[in-house]
């Protein structure tokens, strides 16, 4: 267990529809990043926040958007969801000082139908 | 570009039969390279982290080295529990996210 939660495990929803997924990093870090995964692409970085603030994009859809709250926790939202959105999505969170070693969460299962 | 290769894709291997993957990259100012194990419908879990040209880390039968072009990590004598799909990524300087290959996937046959 790496300690970084992820909720819901599987969503399942129809295309043009909008989903909130969670994340709650390791106690202490401050660091959120959010991954994509599929079979075709591989794991494919998203984002990452600090401290609430946004420090990096990757390949983030202008359709997706995520938060970091005051108590840590972040939101990936996607919206206008289309059926290639299907993937597994991961966060992960990174101790202060060490931003490269990541610890994931369990991931959410998206599926578009 | 800076990219990530890992060979060979899947691997299948004999209980005890040890063997190596390869991950070369292809990075300007590398800050460092990382190996994931990820199990079916799960996170990707740490396990090592490489800085500098003939560094070695090992963890049971794991042992994974780096030079400056590659990243090998060694199996050795393998147990059917070993079977995953192995990550390699690198980290670079002046961003914090971390560029994956697309991993090994090892079976180990009793």
């Known amino acids: 267990d790496s300690g970084v939660t992820q909720t819901p495990k599987h969503l399942i929803t129809a295309t043009g529809q909008r989903v909130t997924l969670r994340c709650s990093p390791r106690?202490?870090?401050?660091?959120v990043y959010w991954y994509q995964q599929s079979l075709d692409q591989g794991l494919q970085f998203l984002i990452q926040?600090?401290?609430?603030?946004?420090?990096a994009k990757g390949n983030i859809l202008e359709r997706f958007s995520a938060q970091q709250f005051p108590d840590l926790h972040s939101e990936l939202n996607l919206s206008s969801l289309e059926l290639g959105d299907s993937a597994l999505y991961f966060c992960?969170?990174?101790?202060?000082?060490?931003?490269?070693?990541?610890?994931f969460g369990p991931g959410t299962r998206l599926t578009v139908t | 570009e800076d990219q990530v290769t890992q060979s060979p894709e899947a691997l299948r291997l004999q209980e005890g039969e040890s063997s190596s993957l390869n991950c070369s990259y292809t990075?300007?100012?590398?800050?460092?390279l990382f190996w994931y194990r990820q199990d079916p419908g799960k996170g990707p879990e740490f396990l090592f982290t490489?800085?500098?040209a003939g560094e070695e880390k090992e963890k049971e039968r794991l042992k994974a080295t780096l030079t400056k072009k590659e990243s090998f990590l060694h199996i050795t004598a393998p147990k059917p529990e070993d079977s995953a799909t192995y990550l390699c990524?690198?980290?670079?300087?002046?961003?914090?996210?971390?560029?994956f290959g697309k991993g090994n996937q090892v079976v180990v046959i009793p």
């Open positions: 992960a969170s990174s101790a202060q000082g060490s931003a490269y070693e990541q610890y």
């Open positions: 106690s202490g870090d401050l660091s």
């Open positions: 926040y600090y401290n609430g603030e946004e420090r």
């Open positions: 990075v300007s100012g590398l800050r460092g």
């Open positions: 490489l800085y500098s």
């Open positions: 990524a690198v980290g670079y300087y002046g961003n914090n996210r971390l560029a």
